[in-house]
């Protein structure tokens, strides 16, 4: 009672926010382990240690991308933000994401949290009001910004830049800085127009947002978050337009501004609070400490394309806005690869969360704890299939599961599920008890710095802590010598699994929720801390529940099926990109009877030193062995092609290359993925010197 006292007199207001999901598409693995996950722990943590939290998020349904994808599908961009929205709520809550609240800023409490925002900084003067010439395209009858517009970017170089940010080099820009801007809804090159649009001049807040992040922020956020400010802070901040020529977002809440809307992405993180309020409507609160109260923390979770938005335009907004909190932390992560490709939505090259859940049902924990315990925090990481499996089948089957199965079923059958009365507990009882019990610090502690894939494998030690004590003490053998000792044994690791049961909720729910059914303890009985402070978890002469299989091993035929369908995408991807190359000029049969092809063999390959795509090689030509240099070095091991079938032009006449004498060219083809292939006689017995015409 006084412990818990003490923790509800230190608990604190969080706001925990991740990114809105775009609604262009479904969600992906990269969301999940850049965003999703990593926030659900961070908020199913605190909720457990007593914190006042409410957790965040909500569809972004305004923008560009969002009207191009109704073009093309021909369908309104209402139409394509239901589709989607529909989606992406409905995987998020199978998949156990314990929002507080999933909003939409097509709702009409965003519109209007929107449009008052606007208009108070509108009203205070905030805002450069500035006519000036935009970028049009006269065919589309359009203003071109954001994705509408490609160009190379003034910063790296990048030659398909969009209007407002360079995928490659993450510089977030105006429409107008573009070099070579095309339009990307004709192609043609943009005129220039004039229009009005109202623009926040952030360098007035180039200072103080040095002092605020680079300095004050410089030893709790994340160096690659750090990293990325500064370098923009070091580049100047210029005004950025907050308004768009558009007729899909929220209208610009003032007259004269017909025909324009307000910037995605100003009115995308003022969804955050929409979506408290939205929740605080529902459950009867208060929203405005949770965004306006000095004590509570503000989190964003977020990926690091979305560092800039965060980091520097969110907070000037509020900064000018004046009545709100700023982030406490910004733990922006890397990007997640899948199976060494880029995730690309446009190129279907990702696992959809919503097929996930068909193909693996009931096997959430699985995939949070892969997409944890290799989580793209510090730097880019790749998901593959295998480690899925992996992960699963000898860490989670075979620690975490093997464990808690050997408890249950030994309880089971000495003591018909009734948990045994200890006797003297010797040394290693003792140990064993006291290194359960600092688990929750040391995966809180990690927990607390953002270090996820840390926590998810301290979580899996106390796993392991468990299972070594069953293999050292060996109660399977002890109960034929001493009954006493194993009633000791049982109870000990019995109280080890009660504290996996309650610690591992934040990362493995489902699993959670399971065991706690398995061991008979009640969803919220035991809290966090409990395992640190409490004696004793599981009482003797508790009776547990039946035992029940956590987690099932994934055999290679799954892994098998996922791995065909990102061939199968692979291949379509290349079909779809196959340029053939026009026909060549019409030549005379003249022309033809000049070249003298034949068959031959390799007999000898070896690379030619200091290049990297030649070979040497020595050919049977029927005729002789001659010499041929041929540039397949990046396609080929010269030990792989030995032997190897081949046609030769043997008439072509010698030439140098790197001092060698080359007498004739081997030809070669190409396949989709741009690799060389040999072209070779469908019959083994055509011989060498055999002429092709
Ligand atoms: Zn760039």
Same mark, same amino acid.
């Given at each position: 009672m006084a412990l818990k006292q003490i923790l509800m007199n230190n608990s604190k207001r969080y706001t925990i926010t991740a990114a809105l999901p775009y609604t262009n598409g479904p969600v992906h693995i990269g969301h999940l382990a850049g965003v999703y996950v990593p926030a659900d722990i961070y908020a199913r943590y605190l909720r457990m240690t007593g914190n006042d939290v409410i957790y965040i998020c909500g569809s972004d349904e305004h923008g560009v991308p969002i009207t191009i994808k109704a073009k093309k599908e021909g369908i309104s961009p209402q139409d394509v933000v239901d589709k989607y929205h529909a989606i992406i709520k409905k995987s998020f809550e199978d998949f156990g994401i314990s929002f507080d609240n999933y909003s939409r800023t097509s709702a009409e409490i965003h519109h209007k949290t929107a449009s008052e925002f606007f208009r108070k900084l509108y009203d205070e003067g905030k805002f450069i009001e500035e006519t000036s010439e935009q970028l049009y395209d006269e065919e589309a009858n359009q203003f071109l910004a954001d994705r509408f517009v490609v160009g190379t970017c003034p910063k790296c170089g990048n030659e398909e830049s969009y209007g407002d940010q360079c995928e490659k080099c993450g510089t977030s820009h105006n429409a107008t800085d573009l070099i070579n801007p095309k339009s990307a809804i004709t192609g043609n090159v943009p005129t220039k127009k004039m229009t009005k649009h109202w623009y926040l001049p952030l360098e007035k807040y180039e200072k103080w947002l040095r002092e605020w992040i680079v300095e004050g922020h410089k030893n709790d956020w994340k160096a690659n978050v750090l990293g990325q400010v500064k370098s923009w802070l070091d580049d100047g901040l210029k005004p950025r337009a907050v308004t768009r020529d558009l007729d899909w977002g929220i209208p610009v809440p003032v007259e004269n501004a017909e025909g324009k809307v307000l910037y995605v992405w100003f009115d995308a993180p003022i969804g955050y609070i929409s979506s408290t309020k939205e929740w605080a409507l529902r459950e009867g609160k208060d929203w405005e400490p949770y965004w306006k109260d000095k004590d509570t923390k503000l989190i964003h979770f977020i990926g690091k394309d979305n560092i800039v938005f965060h980091c520097i335009i969110f907070p000037a907004m509020l900064k000018a806005e004046g009545t709100y909190i700023l982030p406490e932390n910004v733990p922006a992560n890397e990007f997640l690869n899948l199976?060494?490709?880029?995730?690309?939505?446009?190129?279907?090259?990702?696992?959809?969360?919503? =097929?996930?859940? %068909?193909?693996?049902?009931?096997?959430? @924990?699985? &995939? +949070?704890?892969?997409?944890?315990?290799?989580?793209?925090?510090?730097?880019?990481? @790749?998901?593959?299939?295998? @480690?899925?499996?992996? +992960?699963?089948?000898? %860490?989670?089957?075979?620690?975490?599961?093997?464990?808690?199965? +050997?408890?249950?079923?030994?309880?089971?059958?000495?003591?018909?599920? /009734?948990?045994?009365?200890?006797?003297?507990?010797?040394?290693?009882?003792? #140990?064993?008890? =006291?290194?359960?019990?600092?688990?929750?610090? *040391?995966?809180?502690?990690? *927990?607390? !710095?953002? !270090?996820? !894939?840390?926590?998810?494998? #301290?979580? &899996?030690? &106390?796993? +392991?802590?468990?299972?070594?004590?069953?293999?050292?003490? %060996?109660?399977?053998?002890?109960?034929?010598?001493?009954?006493?000792?194993?009633?000791?044994?049982?109870?000990?690791? &019995?109280? /080890?699994?009660?504290?996996?049961? /309650?610690?591992? %909720?934040?990362?493995?729910?489902?699993t959670s929720e399971k065991l706690k059914k398995i061991l008979n303890i009640g969803a919220k009985e035991l809290a966090w801390n409990d395992v640190e402070e409490k004696e004793e978890l599981l009482y003797p002469n508790h009776q547990i529940g039946k035992g029940e299989l956590l987690f099932a091993k994934i055999e290679d035929s799954e892994i098998q099926i996922q791995l065909d369908r990102l061939e199968a995408t692979k291949l379509t991807n290349i079909s779809e990109n196959n340029v053939v190359e026009p026909q060549k000029e019409t030549i005379e049969f003249d022309d033809f009877t000049k070249l003298d092809i034949r068959v031959g063999t390799i007999v000898e390959a070896v690379k030619v030193p200091k290049t990297k795509k030649l070979l040497q090689l020595k050919v049977d030509v029927g005729i002789d062995i001659r010499t041929i240099v041929s540039g397949i070095a990046e396609s080929f091991n010269p030990e792989d092609i030995i032997g190897q079938k081949v046609t030769v032009l043997v008439n072509l006449a010698p030439r140098n290359l790197k001092g060698i004498q080359s007498m004739g060219m081997i030809l070669m083809t190409n396949t989709p993925d741009g690799k060389l292939a040999f072209i070779e006689p469908e019959n083994d017995s055509v011989a060498n010197g055999a002429q092709i015409s």
């Open positions: 199976e060494g490709n880029k995730i690309s939505t446009s190129k279907n090259w990702a696992v959809w969360l919503h =097929e996930y859940l %068909e193909d693996f049902p009931n096997k959430q @924990d699985v &995939l +949070r704890y892969a997409l944890t315990a290799n989580a793209p925090e510090t730097k880019d990481n @790749d998901f593959t299939w295998k @480690d899925f499996q992996a +992960r699963n089948n000898n %860490e989670l089957v075979a620690i975490f599961g093997n464990f808690i199965n +050997r408890v249950v079923v030994l309880t089971d059958k000495y003591y018909n599920g /009734i948990v045994p009365e200890p006797n003297e507990f010797s040394d290693i009882d003792n #140990e064993t008890l =006291e290194k359960m019990h600092k688990f929750p610090s *040391i995966i809180g502690n990690s *927990i607390d !710095r953002y !270090r996820f !894939r840390e926590a998810s494998q #301290e979580l &899996l030690n &106390l796993a +392991r802590l468990g299972n070594k004590y069953l293999a050292d003490e %060996e109660p399977w053998k002890m109960i034929k010598v001493d009954e006493e000792r194993v009633k000791t044994v049982m109870y000990v690791a &019995l109280q /080890i699994a009660t504290a996996l049961a /309650i610690v591992s %909720e934040p990362f493995l729910p489902f």
